[in-house]
């Protein structure tokens, strides 16, 4: 299969790549390596990615229309897996216009390339932000979220709205998957768990937000990545499915299983919840684990163990 992953350098878009390489597919990486984190760690993704023959790196915006027609025209996609966002919660308060140009018309610029070629898969990554601040746990594809609570989660759901408005006109086989608080090797150094462990490893003080009761449905990368390949193998119709473990863990035993892991007593800089911020999140997998079978494996224990020795090992 030869396939378009856009974000494709960046945390799970490199490891949804290597997995897909590693199967024998054909991939053209797009990503335009941008400073929203360190480029040099996507650009080492990139080389990782690169000693495969089988794959082309093309340093280019999703919004920049040329670029993404020239794509399409020269290469035969069986499938786009479209990974490239402005993501977080809290930089999309202080910039909404960038999140909303890069999330939603970037989105548009590559539906428009898919509304010619209506056969292509795609697989869009959306997010459980888009469930807002729900008392419903835990969360079903089929929930009310009408009620989005950051700029961030409004483009996630537009997108997902965007990609059915394509399915329903043209008939695109279109799978949006919403991801729960992916952590694992190479994970964004401004998330939570890779912020929270190197500043245990170097006795600095976590920022600790509210009294520590909110909940995560924290999700190993390699679950996700799991997911992903599924979702595209199984891409037909319009389905929207929930990837997470299925199982939350509140802010306070996760900074615990933090200290134990990295064998130091963490130091609290005790904040209050920030705008934007939700108190749970919980995904129900039951739809994704009976359609697609998806099953994650790795609790949050196992995970941050192999994240800690991964940071050490760098």
Aim: aromatic fraction near 8%; glycine fraction near 8%; hydrophobic fraction near 40%.
């Amino acid at each position: 299969m030869k396939i378009l992953v856009t974000g494709g350098a960046g945390f799970i878009g490199s490891h949804v790549s290597s997995a897909l390489l590693a199967r024998g597919d054909q991939l053209v990486v797009l990503d335009n390596f941008n400073d929203f984190y360190d480029p040099a760690l996507k650009r080492a993704n990139a080389a990782h990615l690169s000693l495969q023959r089988s794959v082309q790196i093309v340093h280019g915006d999703i919004r920049d229309q040329a670029l993404v027609q020239g794509l399409f025209a020269r290469e035969n996609f069986d499938a786009l897996i479209h990974l490239a966002a402005m993501a977080g919660v809290r930089p999309s308060l202080e910039n909404p216009l960038h999140y909303g140009d890069v999330n939603l018309r970037g989105t548009q610029v590559l539906l428009e390339e898919l509304r010619r070629r209506p056969r292509t898969r795609f697989v869009f990554a959306s997010s459980s932000s888009v469930y807002g601040s729900n008392d419903k746990v835990p969360f079903r594809e089929d929930d009310d979220i009408h009620h989005p609570v950051s700029p961030y989660a409004a483009t996630k759901r537009a997108g997902e709205l965007l990609a059915y408005t394509h399915h329903h006109l043209y008939g695109i086989p279109t799978t949006c998957l919403r991801f729960f608080t992916v952590y694992g090797p190479r994970q964004r150094p401004e998330m939570a768990i890779a912020k929270f462990t190197r500043a245990v490893m170097e006795h600095r003080p976590i920022p600790f937000f509210g009294d520590g009761s909110t909940r995560r449905d924290y999700t190993y990368i390699d679950d996700i990545v799991d997911g992903v390949v599924k979702a595209l193998d199984h891409c037909e119709g319009y389905e929207i499915y929930n990837l997470g473990e299925s199982a939350t863990t509140t802010l306070s035993l996760l900074v615990e299983l933090i200290g134990k892991t990295v064998g130091e007593e963490p130091i609290l800089d005790r904040q209050p919840l920030q705008p934007g911020d939700v108190l749970v999140t919980y995904a129900d997998i039951s739809k994704a684990r009976s359609r697609l079978g998806y099953a994650p494996r790795t609790s949050v224990a196992e995970g941050l163990e192999r994240y800690v020795a991964w940071v050490r090992s760098c």
